[in-house]
């Protein structure tokens, strides 16, 4: 089985038990508000556009590395996952200014263009809620996955620590738009930003798994360069793809003077 092969089987086996745990909380939305169910209905057909599912699945495949077995634990931690890594795609697409993701329009514009005649204000203030809200869900997922009290205290810390990194390095990218940088500088930036990602995909699995703390400190330089590697040919993407094939223009973030 090739690789992309394995991606497309475990993530749809991920993408089920996202789809039903999401649908639980739009039932519970709706129940508060219809409009708090809308913007849950909104976050779900955001999260479930079809893509690889790298984040959850590196979690999954680290685990099923040192256990052998994918179980409902696991797969119930890959949609915490998920949803970690959909606040942040939320947030990111907001701060961009986007208006596209995976081909469709990005949620800050969907709570523009949908429920006009409400202004950006409320669009983009609703989108930095609803990225909230995932990142919330996230949370709850991997509490409610199973494992011992002690194994998903070390993840909500880990998960904790990325999401602050991340958020570091995200200011460093908005800052960098405005001066040159040198390629250390940029290496210090990135080294949270996908980087951060893949650390917490990555460990999650392993912790999870009970992998050996000798094995931790590997997987964690093994992610730092994943996440170099992720961004090195997301740059390269973002300047020579078609746009019909990645649903996004050429050149975008040049376009910023974003440095890549």
């Given at each position: 089985?090739?690789?992309?092969?394995?991606?497309?089987?475990?993530?749809?086996?991920?993408?089920?038990?996202?789809?039903?745990?999401?649908?639980?909380?739009?039932?519970?939305?709706?129940?508060?508000?219809?409009f708090?169910?809308?913007?849950?209905?909104?976050?779900?057909e955001?999260?479930?556009r079809?893509g690889k599912?790298?984040?959850?699945c590196?979690?999954?495949?680290?685990?099923?590395?040192?256990?052998?077995?994918?179980?409902e634990?696991?797969l119930t931690?890959?949609v915490?996952?998920?949803?970690?890594?959909?606040?942040?795609?939320?947030?990111?697409?907001?701060?961009d200014?986007?208006?596209?993701?995976r081909?469709?329009?990005?949620?800050?514009?969907?709570f523009m263009?949908?429920?006009?005649?409400?202004?950006?204000?409320?669009?983009?203030?609703?989108?930095?809620?609803a990225?909230?809200?995932?990142?919330a869900?996230?949370?709850?997922?991997?509490?409610?996955?199973?494992?011992?009290?002690?194994?998903?205290?070390?993840?909500?810390?880990?998960?904790?620590?990325g999401?602050?990194?991340?958020?570091?390095?995200?200011?460093?990218?908005?800052?960098?738009?405005?001066?040159?940088?040198s390629?250390?500088?940029?290496?210090v930036?990135?080294?949270?930003?996908?980087a951060?990602?893949?650390?917490?995909?990555?460990?999650t699995?392993?912790?999870?798994?009970d992998?050996?703390?000798?094995?931790?400190?590997?997987?964690?330089?093994?992610?730092?360069?994943?996440?170099?590697?992720?961004?090195?040919?997301?740059d390269?993407?973002?300047?020579?793809a078609?746009e019909?094939?990645?649903?996004?223009?050429?050149?975008h973030?040049?376009?910023?003077?974003?440095?890549?």
């Amino acid at each position: 089985m090739s690789w992309e092969q394995t991606l497309d089987k475990y993530g749809t086996v991920i993408e089920e038990r996202l789809s039903a745990f999401l649908d639980e909380h739009l039932r519970q939305a709706e129940e508060y508000h219809s409009f708090i169910g809308n913007v849950y209905g909104d976050i779900k057909e955001f999260v479930l556009r079809k893509g690889k599912r790298l984040a959850s699945c590196s979690t999954l495949l680290a685990y099923k590395g040192y256990t052998g077995e994918v179980d409902e634990n696991i797969l119930t931690a890959c949609v915490g996952v998920e949803l970690y890594r959909h606040a942040i795609l939320i947030h990111d697409d907001l701060v961009d200014l986007d208006d596209t993701r995976r081909g469709k329009i990005t949620l800050h514009k969907k709570f523009m263009n949908t429920y006009s005649p409400y202004d950006n204000r409320f669009g983009d203030g609703t989108a930095v809620f609803a990225g909230n809200i995932a990142y919330a869900l996230g949370v709850q997922a991997l509490m409610e996955s199973g494992f011992s009290e002690e194994n998903i205290a070390r993840v909500l810390l880990l998960t904790s620590e990325g999401y602050r990194a991340v958020n570091e390095s995200q200011i460093l990218d908005l800052l960098f738009e405005q001066k040159d940088v040198s390629v250390d500088e940029w290496t210090v930036m990135a080294s949270k930003r996908a980087a951060s990602l893949f650390k917490v995909t990555l460990l999650t699995g392993a912790i999870l798994g009970d992998a050996p703390e000798s094995d931790l400190s590997l997987l964690g330089e093994a992610a730092e360069n994943m996440g170099y590697s992720f961004d090195i040919q997301d740059d390269i993407i973002d300047s020579f793809a078609k746009e019909e094939e990645y649903g996004r223009p050429v050149c975008h973030d040049i376009s910023k003077n974003k440095k890549p």
